[in-house]
């Protein structure tokens, strides 16, 4: 008895968490748009300014969203902007689950989080695919399957959760940081770096980079390994393979 | 039957075909050589070597070295990708029996009486019958897909856009009912790949799909970056957090005696002889596969013992069977790609990534029009295995000193080989951040419990679906009852409901689960 009492416990502890995340998931593109769009200050990239996208996408999510609501209620067919289908399509349905969610116990978190984002994921795409045309008499348009397929997985995510929320289950499993950053560190440094400083450094530097990702690395043994790897690689691709790539940084090479 | 040897007579003269090497430090002088016979020679060696080290997985290892077979031709690429794919198989399970750490997930069930075997001394004996298990399942494998090759073929030409819509779906089906773990979760990561796939400009009318205005999207997510994420980066980040120094009780004995005695030979044999049909069964079934033949060949044996407590305590029969399924699966699961076009698991998924990459669209035309690229295939397949039993019983030593390289240096090895070989792919450099990006996805995906393995096939099969759902309901002016109406594709579908109501019934789910648990009793 007293294992289940401390079970539920630990449950409502973790639904605030959970419903928080719910909460940044169902903003996620905008905030990732408005990082997106610091870039363009600095003349990175194109897209819209930091300002416009916060405004635009406030004004959808507090008013633009409920009045196209109405609008469609009362039988307006007038067409609406892109930051409030995502309003509409993506965010509203998210922020609902977010509320329910605060009223469930969750059995199975790996499940529920599990089925929920999967569903973030299939409406993200169902607002992706909405501008593109339907069915157009018995022939398929470019947008009818994504859109059949997004509406299963929604569907599909959402018993998931169901899932989740009926049969026991495992809790959300540990993450580690470490692993995951310093790999994707490297990848990040490997892309980058790649066609400006060529295969001997980029390899070299990314190896021990992701050497970083244990505390077991031992760094003499490490940079003997990465020489000879590096060595190894740049001989194979570009000369044994014939796959064009740059192999010394190109400052040093003109 | 003319046929078949007349088939395969020109597959092992594809294989054989000498090509005359003249390289500058030999001034002038020729050397006679096979290309063909040396893709296989290295892929069954490179598979081996990859099976044998533990963290990185087949499919991984076939998206890595994809980049490796741009610049060869067609054949020898797809002899040296299939070499890599059974070579695995054998590599698995040396590292079952000596260290106790299956190398692979077919040979997940070898370990259980195969390193028991070990411990009791009798590593030589076990190791030996494995290879001798493979080899014989390989070869009636490599006799089956030249046998139903062709037939299969000329059922496949009958087939129109509604009967293919159909026979996805049902492979899919079978995809999932032989997974491991949640139907329901197993479907979602089909429709997820399915997603996936639409990424990029629409076969039909062009029209950019959920691709952002984002110009390296504009062609779709490419197949070997998805996977090379999902099961290349995914596999080593999950495996860091699970502590990069491995528990390796490796067996410290000479291994002395390779040969088995007359009585290992005698219990072994019907039970190599059951894994090579159940396993050249299961493998030709869409779905799991090699892993499914090797478990399910197990339970096979335990049930049918006359004393089943001999199990787990070093059964010759428990390493003679799987071993033998998994090879014989490995190999039949060639068949639906040869002469259908559809990647029945993740591997031959990417088989298809490659033939595509080469410019072969896999389907029943391909062993029409290119009858020497099939059959090459398929009589390499046989060298390939005469060639691991001849090459990996003298070289157990060397594979058994790869294992003690330990995981710290290993896996930043692999993060750089795969980064390289995605980058070469295309020279892009985005390509190797969306790997990245679909290694956390991958990383997600495990810790959810989610198989990724259906979301590659669903990804692979995504484009051929939706074209031939588009043709199939074009043809009937928009009814969707042609996929009931035409007698082929309703069998297809009925089966695939048949199968699905059967997993979801109670009885065949604790079936099913019994199968899959038989490792970790």
């Known amino acids: ?254 | 039957m003319f046929d078949l040897f007349h088939n395969l007579g020109l597959g092992f003269g594809v294989v054989f075909q000498i090509s005359w090497w003249s390289p500058w430090w030999l001034y002038g002088l020729s050397l006679p050589i096979s290309i063909n016979i040396l893709m296989c020679l290295i892929g069954a060696l490179v598979g081996t070597l990859v099976g044998v080290l533990p963290g990185i997985g087949t499919v991984a290892t076939v998206a890595m070295l994809l980049p490796i077979t741009f610049g060869l031709p067609p054949v020898g690429a797809l002899i040296m990708l299939a070499g890599i794919y059974y070579g695995a198989q054998y590599g698995g399970s040396t590292t079952s029996i000596l260290v106790n750490i299956p190398g692979e997930a077919t040979s997940v069930v070898t370990a259980i009486d195969g390193h028991a075997m070990a411990k009791q001394g009798r590593a030589g004996p076990a190791l030996a019958i494995a290879a001798i298990g493979s080899f014989f399942a390989g070869c009636v494998a490599t006799v089956l897909i030249a046998v139903l090759g062709a037939p299969l073929t000329k059922l496949a030409l009958a087939f129109g856009p509604a009967e293919y819509f159909s026979l996805m779906v049902l492979g899919l089906i079978f995809a999932v009912v032989l997974a491991k773990g949640s139907v329901l979760k197993a479907i979602a990561m089909i429709v997820f790949g399915l997603l996936l796939s639409m990424v990029g400009s629409d076969i039909e009318t062009g029209a950019s799909r959920m691709a952002f205005n984002i110009p390296e999207l504009a062609d779709g997510l490419g197949f070997a970056t998805v996977a090379m994420g999902v099961f290349g980066f995914a596999e080593i980040i999950r495996n860091l957090d699970a502590g990069a120094e491995m528990n390796r009780d490796l067996v410290q004995q000479k291994i002395t005696g390779l040969m088995p005695t007359r009585k290992d030979l005698i219990d072994s044999a019907p039970a190599i002889l059951r894994g090579t049909v159940l396993g050249s069964i299961l493998g030709i079934l869409p779905g799991g596969g090699a892993v499914i033949a090797s478990f399910a060949s197990y339970t096979l044996e335990k049930k049918i013992a006359k004393d089943p407590s001999r199990f787990g305590r070093g059964a010759i029969e428990g390493v003679a069977a799987p071993e033998s399924a998994n090879n014989a699966a490995a190999q039949t699961s060639f068949i639906p790609l040869l002469t259908l076009g559809i990647p029945p698991n993740a591997v031959m998924a990417l088989m298809v990534g490659a033939m595509t990459i080469h410019g072969i669209v896999p389907g029943p035309q391909v062993m029409q029009k290119q009858p020497e690229l099939v059959w090459g295939m398929i009589a390499s397949m046989w060298i390939g295995n005469l060639m691991l039993i001849i090459i990996n019983l003298p070289l157990v030593g060397i594979w058994v000193r790869l294992l003690r390289v330990p995981y710290r240096l290993m896996f930043p090895s692999i993060v750089i080989f795969c980064a390289i070989g995605i980058y070469s792919v295309n020279n892009a450099p985005v390509d190797v951040v969306l790997a990245g990006v679909f290694g956390l996805v991958g990383y997600w995906l495990i810790k959810h419990d989610f198989e990724p393995a259906p979301l590659l096939l669903g990804m692979v099969l995504g484009p051929l679906m939706e074209e031939n759902l588009r043709r199939a309901l074009l043809i009937s002016r928009g009814d969707w009852t042609v996929f009931l109406t035409r007698p082929l594709s309703a069998v297809l579908l009925a089966i695939a409901a048949f199968l699905l109501v059967l997993t979801v019934l109670p009885f065949l789910r604790t079936k099913r689960d019994e199968v899959f648990t038989e490792s970790e009793s």
């Not at chain 1, 008895?1 to 401390?6: E, I, P, Q």
């Not at chain 1, 003349?43 to 009045?67: K, M, Q, S």
């Not at chain 1, 031992?218 to 790897?229: H, P, S």
Request: charged share 10%; net charge neutral; proline share 5%.
């Open chain 1, 1 to 254: 008895m007293a294992d289940t009492m401390g079970h539920s416990a630990a449950a409502t502890t973790r639904n605030t968490s959970v419903v928080i995340a719910f909460c940044l998931l169902a903003v996620a593109p905008q905030i990732f748009e408005f990082i997106w769009s610091i870039g363009t200050i600095f003349g990175w990239g194109v897209g819209r300014g930091p300002a416009t996208v916060v405004i635009g996408h406030a004004t959808a999510l507090v008013a633009g969203a409920p009045g196209a609501l109405l609008g469609a209620l009362s039988g307006d067919t007038k067409k609406t902007s892109s930051d409030v289908l995502l309003a509409l399509i993506y965010s509203y349905p998210l922020f609902a689950v977010a509320i329910l969610t605060i009223f469930m116990t969750i059995r199975s978190a790996q499940d529920y989080v599990g089925g929920i984002v999967l569903m973030a994921l299939a409406l993200f795409a169902l607002w992706a695919s909405s501008d593109l045309q339907g069915m157009r008499g018995f022939s398929f348009g470019a947008g009818t399957a994504p859109r059949m397929f997004g509406g299963l997985l929604v569907a599909l995510g959402a018993g998931i959760a169901l899932t989740g929320l009926l049969t026991d289950g495992p809790a959300m499993a540990h993450y580690a940081w470490r692993g995951p950053l310093f790999v994707m560190i490297s990848i990040v440094f490997f892309a980058l770096a790649i066609r400006p400083l060529g295969v001997v450094v980029t390899a070299f530097a990314s190896f021990l980079i992701s050497a970083m990702g244990t505390h077991e690395t031992r760094w003499v043994e490490a940079i003997i390994v990465g020489a000879c790897l590096t060595l190894g690689c740049a001989l194979l691709f570009p000369y044994v393979l014939g796959l064009p790539m740059p192999m010394f940084p190109r400052f040093l090479v003109q």
